[in-house]
């Protein structure tokens, strides 16, 4: 059983940058594919980035390209998301998610376990 954990989420000034972390234990990560979603207050939850298990290609929703990174650590079983320049409109709970495979996607019914989430506060 894969267990994922958030951290690294806090009130930030726009413009300014933050890196989560989502770590986990119980398996190893190698075997997943991990996205990373957001759900800001009275909307859906939405996909942010995504990176393939085999070869660490990514993927991201436009409104974050060129601003968040993506990446893994497999050694540490952790992925993260560098998030700079950031916005009020950046403002969610960020989730970590596992899909068993190399699939990238944005598609929530196929992630196979997910975090608790770590709230993120773009305010001045």
């Known amino acids: 059983q894969l267990q994922l954990v958030e951290s690294g989420g806090g009130l930030v000034q726009p413009g300014g940058s933050l890196r989560l972390s989502c770590a986990a234990s119980g398996t190893t990560l190698n075997y997943y594919t991990i996205g990373w979603f957001r759900q800001a207050p009275g909307k859906e939850r939405e996909g942010v980035s995504s990176?393939?298990?085999?070869?660490?290609?990514?993927y991201y929703a436009e409104s974050v390209k060129g601003r968040f990174t993506i990446s893994r650590d497999n050694a540490k079983n952790t992925v993260y998301l560098q998030m700079n320049i950031l916005q009020p409109e950046d403002t969610a709970v960020y989730y970590c998610?596992?899909?068993?495979?190399?699939?990238?996607?944005?598609?929530?019914?196929?992630?196979?376990?997910w975090g608790q989430g770590t709230q993120v506060t773009v305010s001045s």
């Open positions: 990176i393939s298990r085999d070869d660490g290609m990514t």
């Open positions: 998610a596992a899909l068993l495979g190399p699939t990238l996607t944005f598609i929530e019914e196929l992630y196979d376990y």
